[in-house]
């Protein structure tokens, strides 16, 4: 037995290296598209991993080392009567009381301002002391810095600086630098008295920083301290807080780690074609082994032992590449890929369980893909295998088996069940599983296109043979489109639910832009009662609405909702509504909410909620709408200007929508407005056209869909290089066939000409196959991906132009390769090409 393996053995290595060296170009193909797949997965989780790190790392600079907060729900901050009630809490064994205002410093927004209770903190936060606290603790003029803070500012220790919070200026001397602060953070820690008595804080606190006793449970510290929280106050952990920007990210992460395993998927049914050319192909090969004793088993092994190989060998590429990847999107887009959720550029940081992950991803991709070709040469009869070219017409091949229907009915299916944890992840079931139902019906579909079709090109012989060739032989069309028409498939798919989602966004951005001018203050600070009557009175306004953006905790697990506060009709007609607006009755106080805030909390019109605004931090409203918002994925309430100030009393507004006089310029009337504000604000206020601002919002969609762009030209490229081996593979097969053409008359030209329709004839059909399954995978991701994983709609819009110029482009580029693959084939003598029939 022994002795018989072993030459076993060596046949199959043998076959396997003769058969690389045959097509080197097939398996690097196929090695390639296994690579590309982990590569775009390993990436995006590589750089998502980074940016939470470094979030992990902003968020232990600015909470210091508290073990547990209780934060305002909102900006406005709580009653700092709750700090004797939390700093008694059980298992508390110190609080320290902040104020936490987003702030401004010479121009420069994007700054956090904290006052501290230096004796408190000392105990608590020790690392957001500086050496101001060592010379005078209780310095209200004193202030430092980080040494981000000082560089971004320009300041030196001993300069002073304006700060501007809360609709509030002050200046303060810099008294040191704060040694704790992580690298690239802004901060500016000041007094805590300072912070309440300069910045209208008096009486009010953002969060109250707790040190838990030794061997105290923390959840039981948070149940007992949630029990004596107002409504306006919550209690949180650094955990949790990257737990919520864990989960405001997850969704794109989710989708373009996902869109790189379709690109996986991709990548297994070019190993599947590959494979099942080579299987083919060397059918007379696996025949004599059987004939020579070698057991069914061991041709299994040997495909699925090829096939491990070029899947380790991409896996293993594709971590390379992957890493790359990250390092260059890290540094080009930054941690956010383009989507938003993060900012700066952080560290790479390498994952060795997830490498492991998707090195197992590969492999199972490339082991999937070679199973039924391993187990076709398996079963193969060796009698008849014996005598076979390797390219015969397989029968029943255009008869549609149960395979086909059963996964697209199952991916119609899955398309209807609800998203497990904010993740679609049946919906990309549903996009996987009509994908494979699709290729899978390949034979069938092209019996279907091709046999009205026969005899109607008679009178062009090369023509009429290329239809035969093609009619007769279904199977061994199918095997050359896998790859194109998967990878079309996905290409088409993204293009129309990008197409889709920018044309929405195109309309939506018309409805709310609808004045002459904006004006925006970015980081702290606003436009208080004063400065909002000079803008009103400023020559070449005609009219100008306020407008009030601050962000509201409603849940301890889901991140901040935007509230947004301005002239808001009785009918919220100045809004962009989706369906009809609900009166809400006398008496109460109405909210409008935004689509995404409706999906994630379940609210309906008419819908009675409590906000943690006004006395008592409960304010009941009514939802008396839905709005369309592309803009927060978080969500988002709207309520009228009038009764947020009723509520809070907060007078200050963060942004204005101008409406012009006839005959005024916009610049020059957005330069009177910038000197008119003051100079703690005029720096950071920014004052667009609605022109301009469109067009900056589209530069941010197409900035944040550049990896999906990337995703789609890679997954064509590959789809065609695959198509190509796949050509090439059934070209050199077929040099007898064409040695007997030429015996009977057939020029070298005619039978060129036929591989070129051929080719052609392939590349509609797979045009019209990825057309048609591209679009059905689309309206997955329109209908159900993106509202379950986004909570946004969209219309359908579908790229016209770029499904003529695909169509050509595949029909030319499968023409050509035909052409340039059979120049081989057609280059033997036609005498020794059929030498083996004599």
């Not at 790392?57 to 901050?77: C, F, I, K, M, Y």
């Not at 991803?361 to 070679?370: D, V, Y």
């Not at 009103?536 to 407008?547: K, L, M, S, W």
């Not at 200007?641 to 005024?664: K, M, S």
């Amino acid at each position: 037995m022994a002795s018989r393996a072993r030459p076993s053995r060596t046949a199959a290595l043998w076959m396997i290296l003769g058969e690389w060296r045959a097509h080197p170009v097939r398996v690097a193909t196929a090695a390639l598209a296994i690579a590309v797949g982990v590569a775009l997965g390993f990436a995006v989780h590589l750089v998502n991993a980074s940016a939470l790190n470094e979030f992990s790392h902003a968020l232990s600079t600015v909470n210091g080392d508290a073990d547990l907060q209780v934060r305002s729900r909102s900006p406005l901050g709580f009653d700092e009567a709750l700090y004797p009630r939390a700093a008694r809490a059980a298992g508390v064994a110190a609080a320290s009381p902040v104020v936490e205002l987003p702030a401004s410093a010479e121009a420069v927004g994007d700054l956090t301002l904290i006052g501290l209770d230096v004796l408190r903190a000392a105990s608590v936060t020790p690392a957001l002391l500086g050496p101001a606290a060592a010379a005078d603790p209780f310095d209200a003029e004193a202030v430092a810095l980080s040494p981000a803070a000082l560089e971004a500012t320009g300041a030196r220790v001993g300069d002073t600086i304006t700060l501007a919070a809360a609709g509030r200026v002050a200046r303060f001397r810099v008294a040191g630098m704060l040694p704790g602060a992580g690298e690239g953070r802004r901060l500016a820690v000041v007094d805590i008295a300072a912070a309440q008595w300069r910045f209208g804080q008096l009486g009010r606190l953002q969060r109250i920083d707790l040190r838990l006793a030794p061997g105290a449970d923390p959840q039981a510290v948070r149940t007992a301290a949630a029990a004596i929280l107002p409504p306006d106050a919550e209690i949180v952990s650094a955990a949790g807080q990257t737990r919520r920007s864990d989960a405001l990210s997850r969704a794109y992460r989710v989708n373009l780690e996902m869109l790189g395993l379709v690109a996986l998927l991709t990548g297994a049914f070019l190993v599947y074609s590959a494979q099942s050319l080579s299987v083919a192909r060397r059918r007379p090969q696996f025949a004599l082994l059987r004939v020579l004793g070698a057991p069914r088993r061991a041709l299994l092994a040997q495909v699925m032992a090829e096939a491990l190989i070029v899947g380790l060998a991409g896996a293993l590429c594709g971590l390379a590449l992957g890493l790359g990847l990250a390092w260059a999107a890290l540094s080009l887009l930054g941690g956010d890929l383009g989507g938003g959720y993060f900012g700066g550029r952080p560290a790479l940081v390498f994952a060795p369980a997830a490498a492991g992950v998707f090195l197992a991803l590969g492999l199972a991709a490339a082991l999937l893909g070679s199973l039924l070709p391993a187990r076709s040469a398996a079963r193969a009869q060796p009698a008849v295998a014996l005598k076979s070219a390797g390219d015969g017409a397989e029968a029943g091949g255009g008869r549609l088996g149960w395979t086909a229907p059963a996964l697209l009915a199952a991916g119609a299916a899955a398309a209807f069940a609800p998203a497990v944890g904010g993740v679609s992840v049946f919906g990309y079931l549903s996009i996987a599983l009509l994908l494979g139902g699709g290729v899978a019906a390949m034979p069938w579909l092209a019996r279907r296109i091709l046999g009205p079709l026969q005899g109607r090109a008679a009178r062009f012989p090369p023509v009429d043979l290329a239809l035969k060739r093609l009619w007769g032989a279904p199977s061994q069309a199918a095997l050359a489109l896998c790859g194109i028409v998967a990878s079309t498939s996905l290409m088409i798919a993204m293009a129309v639910m990008v197409t889709s989602f920018r044309g929405s966004v195109e309309d939506w951005l018309d409805q709310i832009l609808p004045d002459d001018l904006y004006l925006r203050v970015e980081g702290g600070g606003g436009f208080d009662a004063g400065v909002q009557a000079r803008l009103a009175a400023a020559p070449g306004v005609a009219a100008i609405r306020f407008r009030r953006l601050t962000p509201l905790s409603l849940a301890a697990d889901k991140p901040p909702v935007a509230l947004l506060a301005g002239d808001i009709d009785s009918a919220g007609s100045t809004l962009p509504l989706i369906g009809k607006p609900r009166p809400v009755g006398p008496g109460a106080t109405p909210v409008w909410v935004s689509e995404p805030a409706a999906w994630i909390y379940r609210w309906r019109p008419g819908d009675r909620i409590v906000l943690p605004l006004g006395p008592g931090g409960r304010s009941p409203v009514v939802v008396a709408g839905i709005w369309r918002d592309y803009a927060r994925q978080q969500g988002a309430l709207a309520m009228r200007a009038a009764d947020y100030q009723r509520l809070t009393g907060d007078a200050l507004r963060t942004e204005a929508a101008i409406v012009l006089q006839p005959g005024a310029d916009p610049r020059a009337t957005g330069a009177r407005l910038r000197a008119l504000l003051p100079p703690a604000i005029a720096g950071r206020t920014t004052v667009g056209a609605p022109r301009k601002i469109r067009a900056a919002a589209l530069r941010i969609f197409d900035r944040s869909f550049a990896v999906t762009y990337l995703l789609e030209a890679i997954a064509i490229l590959v789809g065609l290089a695959g198509a190509a081996a796949a050509f090439a593979a059934q070209t050199l097969a077929r040099t007898r066939e064409f040695g007997m053409l030429r015996h009977v008359g057939v020029r070298r030209g005619q039978v060129a000409v036929m591989l070129a329709a051929e080719g052609a004839l392939l590349g509609a059909l797979g045009a019209v196959a990825g057309l048609g399954l591209g679009f059905a995978m689309s309206q997955v991701l329109i209908r159900v991906v993106n509202p379950q994983s986004f909570h946004w709609t969209m219309q359908t819009k579908a790229p016209w132009g770029l499904f003529a110029a695909v169509a050509a482009a595949l029909v030319a580029a499968s023409a050509g390769t035909a052409l340039l693959a059979g120049r081989r084939a057609l280059s033997t003598d036609a005498v020794r090409a059929v030498r083996e029939d004599w």
